[in-house]
C-alpha cells in the first residue's frame, strides 16, 4: 500500500500539488480520533487511483495550513487536479461517495477507468 508523503509546511504542500497532476492532500491534527481513524480507510480506497499522489500534513504543526488551505475543521480531504481543487470533504467523509467523485474526475483526467487498474 502506497504511503502518504508528509508535508511540514505550507510551502511544501504547495509545491506537491503544482508537482503532481493527481494530488490528494489530507488534513488532519494531533489528538483528532476521526483524523487517525479515517487515513487509513482514505489510503486503502486511494490504491485503487495509482495516478493520485498522496501527501498528508498536521495543521496542528504546521498552523499556517489552516488559513492557506481554508481549514476550520479535521480532517479536511483534498483533491487536486493540474493544481486545481476538485473536491473537499471535511469531518464526516462518506467513503463510498468520495470513491465515486474521485472515480469520475480521475476516469476523465486519466482517459481510462480506475476499474481497468484495479485488474
Do not use: W
Not at 22 to 30: G, K
Not at 39 to 64: C, D, H, M, R, T
Not at 78 to 100: C, F, N, Q, S
Amino acid at each position: 500500500m502506497r504511503e502518504f508523503e508528509q508535508l511540514t509546511s505550507v510551502e511544501m504542500a504547495n509545491e506537491f500539488i503544482s508537482r503532481h497532476r493527481l494530488s490528494f492532500l489530507y488534513i488532519s491534527m494531533t489528538g483528532c480520533s476521526v483524523c487517525h481513524a479515517l487515513q487509513p480507510q482514505v489510503q486503502i480506497l486511494l490504491s485503487k487511483y495509482p495516478e493520485i499522489q498522496l501527501g498528508a500534513i498536521n495543521a496542528q504543526e504546521v498552523p499556517a495550513v489552516a488559513g492557506s488551505f481554508s481549514v476550520f475543521t479535521a480532517p479536511v480531504l483534498l483533491l487536486y487536479v493540474e493544481g486545481r481543487e476538485y473536491i473537499r470533504e471535511a469531518r464526516i467523509v462518506h467513503l463510498d461517495l468520495l470513491d465515486e467523485k474521485i472515480r469520475k474526475i480521475y476516469d476523465l483526467v486519466t482517459g481510462q477507468s480506475s476499474d481497468e487498474t484495479v485488474k
